[in-house]
């Protein structure tokens, strides 16, 4: 288990920007986890990326990786309206004016539980501007032969109930260098438009639009960044998202249970052009729709001493 520190020039240690690093295996797996935001940084089988990850000398760009607490996504302008007054969250995506992917992705988490296929990852997200609620929260991350399954957990351990919702922010990779001559398949039927600033405007259905991947389709040259909603699923409750190759030899699956009802796809093209512009198609999780707390699609209250709990995966194609 690599502990994240390198020797300094002094011969004090020097921190790894995103903080300590936890390998975890099984077979010819291997994940890695940060300290910062639980996140995940990297997952290979074998010396196949399944992630479009960072490396361990940087910080995560683009949320990438990163676990999404209490809310994914946007809240337009900051705010929301709770019990009877307003609430004002810091705009941390100032270009747009709005507050996104929540608390908790730059905050250290405490690594517990930690096994070689397995570790789990607590934190405990305390009243800040704009949130008067204290959440108990934990991630726990497990390999095995059906690939890389994440469980989120969030308990309200306030005196009064709160919103909430999650998500998370991995980019799935088949090793190419850009994801244009790719192909992939997104279940869902539905959709949500948005506004410049990233706020949803309503619901359409898929059909007929660019947005229509229902089977396997190339990617080419979309410019995608919306929540997809009315996931199809198997017998298993499970939807899945999957990405292949161009020969459809090898690819990588990301699944989620019936607690996560939407699915962002991002294709990346408003991320830095030499950075990881198209380098991976970000799937993201998400167990509301964007700007819920406003909208309350998909929100969930939880009451006093109340526990969420939902899982997604990653599942190498084809499997192990």
């Known amino acids: 288990m690599n502990?994240?520190?390198?020797?300094?020039g002094t011969g004090a240690p020097r921190a790894l920007p995103s903080g300590r690093q936890y390998e975890i295996r099984s077979g010819d797996q291997l994940a890695v986890l940060t300290e910062v935001g639980g996140g995940l940084r990297d997952y290979r089988l074998g010396g196949r990326p399944l992630v479009d990850g960072f490396r361990e000398d940087e910080m995560s760009t683009g949320a990438r990786g990163q676990t999404l607490i209490p809310w994914p996504n946007r809240i337009g302008g900051g705010s929301y309206q709770w019990d009877g007054g307003t609430l004002q969250l810091d705009l941390s995506e100032p270009d747009k004016g709005g507050a996104i992917h929540g608390l908790t992705r730059w905050r250290n988490w405490q690594a517990v539980d930690a096994a070689a296929d397995r570790i789990s990852f607590t934190c405990t997200l305390h009243a800040c501007q704009g949130w008067p609620w204290v959440l108990d929260c934990r991630?726990?991350?497990r390999l095995d032969d059906g690939g890389l399954t994440v469980v989120t957990t969030a308990t309200n351990r306030s005196g009064t109930p709160c919103p909430y919702g999650t998500g998370a922010h991995p980019y799935l990779s088949t090793g190419g260098q850009v994801i244009d001559a790719d192909l992939a398949q997104v279940p869902?039927?539905?959709?949500?438009?948005?506004?410049?600033?990233?706020?949803?405007t309503g619901r359409e259905p898929v059909e007929g639009t660019e947005y229509d991947l229902r089977s396997l389709?190339?990617?080419?040259?979309r410019q995608i960044d919306?929540?997809?909603?009315?996931?199809?699923r198997g017998p298993d409750g499970l939807a899945?998202?999957?990405?292949?190759?161009?020969?459809?030899?090898?690819?990588?699956?990301?699944?989620?249970?019936?607690?996560?009802?939407?699915?962002e796809i991002f294709t990346g093209d408003t991320l830095p052009e030499h950075g990881h512009r198209r380098t991976g198609l970000g799937v993201e999780p998400m167990t509301c729709a964007p700007d819920a707390f406003n909208s309350g699609e998909?929100?969930?209250i939880l009451e006093p001493g109340q526990s969420h709990r939902a899982s997604w995966g990653i599942s190498p194609y084809p499997a192990v």
């Open 3 to 8: 502990l994240g520190n390198l020797p300094g």
């Open 139 to 141: 991630l726990d991350y």
């Open 188 to 200: 869902g039927s539905t959709y949500l438009p948005v506004d410049e600033a990233g706020t949803p």
């Open 217 to 221: 389709r190339e990617l080419g040259s």
């Open 226 to 232: 919306v929540a997809y909603t009315d996931l199809a």
């Open 240 to 263: 899945r998202v999957r990405m292949l190759r161009p020969d459809r030899s090898a690819g990588v699956e990301l699944w989620v249970d019936e607690g996560y009802g939407y699915l």
């Open 298 to 300: 998909g929100l969930v």
